[in-house]
């Protein structure tokens, strides 16, 4: 298959944490269980899952903000894991993250053309102060917050804060920006507005991975959609196939079943099996990793009868699809049995 | 595990960490007396000491050896309460014979004048009620005035005692009061009274103890919690002292060696037979082995009530036992 | 209401910290000489025109010794102000920031240096090494490292919590600069500027208490606050003035560098807010 070049590649990508205790022993989750990605130039792909399915630690292992047991990262050919550290810094201006947090992505002390400030003599030493001056105005034109730019941070909206932080970014022209939950407690004019300003960067050949819970948003910037369970990948879709397709991941279903309910904060509820064994992914961490990870809540495997396979064996992508890739042996199943 | 096996547990570990930091404090109070400029013993010994004293002062604080045996046999001595024997000041008595029941005195002083602060902090707040604007023209000044140096209100509150018993021998009186503050050969508790006074008002430590107090109350007049027994129609009393067991309990062990410096001083203005006395006395006359007993036993302390503080906190809240794990 | 209160506190402890800065950079300036000084024939004067605050038992103007007297703990405090606010905004900086054995050693050494009791260790101190006012300041400097740090490294791990640390460095930050320049030196600096006025306090009471005891302060003729005061041990309650004005300025002094150290903190906070 002749692909362009990837922009972003991550490859095996594995992250334990540990929690030790002298009391308790050390136990051990799976924030990332070999996952594979890849981000090509220009695309949008949206990362969806429920609250800890490691989403967010795939995030930051992508930019290398926190290290990692297994697998590499590769940006643009190189690869982040093995950068010195002058290297990572050069290198990261062509990857940004927008934080959940925004706390994080704003100084309290700096007005918004400060921080901008800062941000340009760091990444454009090159440009001199009147330079600096300039692309400021037009970064702060851009995301519509010129008229604010000598406010701090603590008189700005939660959407003028948003955009300041995006501006910032911005400074550094990234190829890429990771985008962790950028419309989550905004109000719905203030969101459509980000959106609106996400989708307008989009057009001018922006590459985003996007992570969220929001399932309209997704629909409406994604390209490709990745469902995370549990630290793995378990099924990527074209996004104009998402809920129009024949067969999904289990999983998927109850994501977008979810999201009917028009409720973004809240993880889908957890189906109870009908033996009256709870789902609680802390129960059994290494039950839970041998096999699929969905297979705890998972009605199709039980309607199918493969539930000891599930629990044994690891499932792989099968491509259902142009483009659409499910970790499920149910897939291999006939359709008709499967919906 | 059972709740006990879990106290039991956390409370170990912080005895172990507690010997940990005894032990380091005394290495850097050992390190201190190597330091010394010159030869060391000469630096610890009075004028005109004998040549076997100093042989024997020699041996006990091990200046015989390197830094890090003559420590290890410093420590084993010391462990067991053995600081060596007075020079000067009481010459023949042990250091323990001389310095324990002051450190006692001290003690029973600087505590009991740490918990009338507490009380009085205590009381202040639930008077003062919630913070209001105009409270501030009280607070501000209050705060200004109690700042004050326990020493230099030690010494205005002397003289004013002076000043009252001038005016008492000029209207007829002819000895001098019982309620004098220098006792000279009294065995009055007035002066204790006098010093406690002192302490409380003195090193900013009862209006900071106040203010940390209101905070406190605020703050837990203000939690989800608390609001919540309220919504139920529950009386907020006892979730309000139950959950003010634990700041008090850390306020008064913080605080604990602010009073502890002012005693010093305050002891030695107020000729209080004390360990503060004591260890000026002590200092002034170059009795070294009394200046150091005392110092390590003022160091025990602050680390022996940091630990019943930590060991009550665990008793009554759960979530600390669970942070030693 | 609140406000205007707050604002009076300012403005008059801010008025005692800059009188007293202002005196303690002119007193090296002014030629005293306490031998001279002394004059036999104006024993206790009160105080009048041509001694503001009277003289004291050897004839020797007091308030020219107040401001002589000031040299005795000003560099020495504000010195140890800076030291203490600098060591331990880094050892803060280091403890909130690092992982592992690194924060486990400056919290230990933090938490070691904390149990010493400051005024008897001083003492100590005092009787072991040659006594002298900038070695006070220097070892109050050191005892006071842990208060400074641990303020900073609350203040950092609550930042790291939000991950503002973390999306600074994928901004591509130096965490260096992230520390220093931005939490320590922009929003550490009420904070660090409380303490540091509270380190000054401290070294001016131990520098007045123990010249007040008489063995490890400053001695006389030289003046200090604190031998000021001791005169209280001479004269007693005959003529006030020669103790009772420094006593008075120790008061005032010390109140006034916390109140406003404390009140700039507070107006700090609640403008980040």
């Known amino acids: ?339 | 595990m059972t709740r006990a096996s879990l106290l039991l547990i956390a409370a170990l570990r912080r005895t172990a960490g507690g010997l940990l930091l005894l032990v380091g404090a005394s290495f850097v109070i050992y390190i201190t007396i190597r330091s010394a400029p010159g030869d060391a013993i000469d630096a610890i010994s009075p004028m005109g000491t004998p040549p076997e004293v100093k042989a024997k002062l020699m041996a006990e604080f091990g200046l015989d050896r390197d830094p890090l045996t003559g420590y290890v046999a410093w420590l084993s001595r010391s462990a067991v309460g053995d600081f060596g024997e007075s020079l000067v000041f009481a010459p023949g008595a042990t250091v323990m014979d001389v310095g324990l029941p002051a450190f006692e005195r001290t003690l029973a002083l600087a505590g009991l004048a740490l918990a009338a602060c507490l009380v009085l902090a205590l009381l202040g707040a639930l008077l003062l009620g919630r913070p209001h604007p105009r409270q501030q023209l009280v607070t501000g000044p209050l705060y200004f005035v109690t700042a004050a140096p326990s020493f230099v209100v030690a010494v205005l509150f002397a003289q004013g005692m002076n000043w009252f018993v001038h005016t008492y021998v000029e209207q007829g009186g002819y000895e001098t009061p019982p309620w004098y503050p220098i006792p000279i050969y009294s065995e009055s508790w007035m002066p204790y009274l006098f010093a406690g006074i002192v302490l409380v008002a003195g090193d900013g430590l009862f209006t900071d103890f106040l203010n940390a107090v209101r905070a406190e109350l605020q703050g837990l007049r203000n939690a989800q919690f608390i609001a919540a027994v309220r919504a139920k129609g529950a009386r907020t009393v006892s979730h309000i002292a139950r959950n003010m067991v634990v700041p008090l309990v850390s306020g008064y062990a913080a605080r604990l060696p602010i009073v502890l410096g002012g005693v010093v001083i305050v002891e030695y203005i107020f000729t209080l037979d004390g360990a503060g006395y004591l260890l000026l006395e002590a200092a002034r006359e170059r009795d070294f082995p009394i200046v150091v007993g005392l110092s390590v036993l003022f160091t025990a302390t602050i680390i022996v009530v940091n630990l019943l503080a930590d060991i009550v906190r665990a008793l009554v809240d759960p979530r600390e036992v669970a942070r030693g794990g | 209401m609140e406000a205007k209160a707050e604002r009076l506190g300012l403005w008059s402890s801010g008025a005692v910290v800059a009188v007293v800065l202002l005196l303690g950079v002119v007193a090296p300036f002014v030629a005293y000489d306490p031998a001279s000084a002394v004059d036999y024939d104006q024993q206790l004067v009160g105080p009048s025109a041509a001694h503001w605050f009277g003289t004291d038992g050897q004839g020797r103007d007091v308030a020219i010794r107040l401001l002589k007297g000031i040299e005795a703990f000003f560099l020495p405090g504000l010195l140890a102000g800076l030291a203490a606010t600098t060591l331990g905004a880094l050892a803060g900086a280091i403890a909130g920031y690092a992982e592992g054995w690194v924060r486990s050693a400056v919290l230990g050494l933090m938490q070691l240096i904390d149990t010493l009791p400051r005024l008897v260790f001083i003492i100590l101190v005092c009787t072991i090494l040659n006594p002298s006012i900038s070695l006070i300041a220097g070892v109050a400097a050191v005892l006071f490292v842990p208060n400074i740090a641990t303020v900073v490294r609350r203040k950092v791990e609550a930042l790291a919590s939000e991950d503002y640390i973390l999306a600074h460095i994928a901004h591509g930050f130096r965490p260096t600069r992230i520390l220093l320049y931005h939490i320590i030196w922009l929003q550490c600096r009420p904070l660090l500027i409380r303490q540091a006025t509270y380190v000054f306090g401290y070294v001016l009471f131990v520098e007045t208490a123990l010249s007040y005891l008489g063995d490890y302060g400053v001695q006389e003729p030289t003046p200090s606050w604190g031998n000021m005061v001791a005169q209280t041990r001479e004269l007693a309650g005959a003529a006030p003035w020669p103790w009772l004005f420094p006593a008075l300025a120790i008061v005032i002094t010390i109140s006034g560098f916390l109140a406003f150290g404390n009140l700039l903190a507070r107006r700090e906070e609640e403008a980040l807010r």
């Open chain 1, 1 to 339: 298959m002749s692909e362009p070049t990837p922009l972003l590649t991550g490859r095996g990508l594995v992250k334990r944490f540990r929690t030790r205790s002298l009391l308790r022993g050390t136990k051990e989750t799976r924030a990332l269980d070999g996952v594979d990605i890849d981000v090509f130039p220009g695309e949008v792909v949206a990362l969806i899952g429920e609250s800890g399915s490691g989403k967010t630690t795939l995030g930051k292992v992508l930019m290398r903000l926190t290290p990692i047991d297994a697998g590499e990262v590769k940006l643009l050919g190189r690869d982040l894991f093995s950068l010195g550290r002058q290297a990572l810094r050069e290198a990261r201006r062509d990857f940004q993250m927008v934080f959940q947090n925004q706390t994080a992505n704003l100084h309290p002390k700096m007005t918004v053309r400060q921080m901008v400030d800062e941000s340009l003599r760091l990444h454009r030493p090159d440009l001199d102060a009147a330079g600096r001056a300039a692309r400021i105005d037009q970064l702060l034109g851009r995301v519509g917050l010129a008229p604010r730019a000598d406010q701090r941070p603590a008189s700005l909206s939660g959407g003028e804060r948003r955009r300041a932080g995006l501006a910032r970014i911005l400074a550094t022209k990234p190829r890429l920006i990771v985008a962790d939950e950028p419309t989550s407690g905004l109000d719905a004019a203030i969101k459509l507005q980000t959106i609106e300003l996400l989708r307008e960067l989009k057009e001018e050949a922006m590459t985003y991975l996007l992570i969220s819970h929001d399932l309209g948003l997704v629909r409406r910037i994604a390209d490709r959609v990745l469902v995370m369970l549990h630290g793995r990948i378990i099924e990527q879709v074209p996004a104009d196939l998402l809920g129009k397709t024949e067969f999904h991941h289990p999983y998927t279903h109850r994501l977008m079943r979810a999201a009917d309910l028009d409720d973004e904060r809240r993880a889908p509820p957890r189906e109870r099996r009908d033996d009256g064994r709870g789902g609680d992914a802390e129960a059994a961490p290494e039950d839970l990793h041998a096999g699929c990870v969905h297979v705890a809540d998972c009605q199709l495997a039980a309607r199918l009868g493969i539930l000891p396979r599930c629990t044994r064996e690891r499932p792989t992508p099968v491509e259902v699809g142009r483009g659409h890739w499910v970790a499920c042996f149910g897939a291999e199943s006939p359709l008709e049995d499967a919906r």
